[in-house]
């Protein structure tokens, strides 16, 4: 079933939520373009910038970690400072209500966990977090943001759009730029992210299996599962004959093992849900307002102010 008229797709999703609560939500990066953090792919699945730097590459080149950590200046503002829009929310009140239990995001913003929701799984870690890659210790990205402009005054002059997941378009000369090491070890620092070429780790995704498997069913939110690390809790929802819910704009992987395709905006149906399971009928406010105050803000490459 292929639904797109807003409305329609709010009915079915209650119903869905209602008959199967409490589902699992499975989010990808059209929940958080609302909040002016760009998205990788288009609505037909395509890249819309440059695949990802890959595990190896910045492992194993300097030079790569110097352009990622060059453009990280300029990108990662925007991603820390971005605030939870109204599809966040909506989820978070209709997880405490009860009919969505377990989030698994592959988002790496921390968005939903700060509208408020708890039992979030982040499948693909946390960019607001860095690693040691030698000693493992753990520190906060702000503090590897502030030594690289300590280090690297000048590569902030620069004028650059923001790309997906804290990158930026930036291409000059990156040689002379200075990246920061661990303070215990000297080991490379690196985001506590999956980087496109790594494994997502396996007690992760077993947890999130599981809470799949204890759940109503999958909805799929703003996600077209063109990676198999999200794509297979499709698959598993479909085997154990789970009701499979995509929302989401365009083209999906799933399309063809979806139980509902419901194709309209995120924001204005998870609201119009909301309104539907939440609110008394003498209480409604009818059409949801899309106008969202609290998007993203300007970012600014100094996030210590």
Known sequence: MHITNINQCAATLSQYLQ?????TVLAGAGLSTASGIPSYRDEN???QQSPPVQHQQFMQHHHVRQRYWARSLHGWPNLYQAQPNLAHKAIQQLQQAGYIGTIITQNVDGLQQRAG???VINLHGDANQMRCMQCGQLTP????HQRSLQ???TFADHEASVLADGDANLEV???QFQVPACRSCDGILKPDVVYFGDNVPRDRVEQAQQALA???GLLV???SLMVFSGYRFARQAVQAQQPLILLNRGKNRADDIATVKLDSDLSATLLSTVERLLRPPGERLGEPELTNSEGSTAAHKNVAS
């Open 19 to 23: 008959a199967h609560r409490p589902l």
């Open 45 to 47: 699945g395509n890249w």
């Open 117 to 119: 929701s708890d039992r």
């Open 141 to 144: 990205r702000l503090d590897m």
């Open 151 to 153: 280090l690297n005054p």
């Open 173 to 175: 000369d990156f040689s």
């Open 214 to 216: 204890h759940s109503g």
């Open 221 to 223: 939110i703003g996600s």
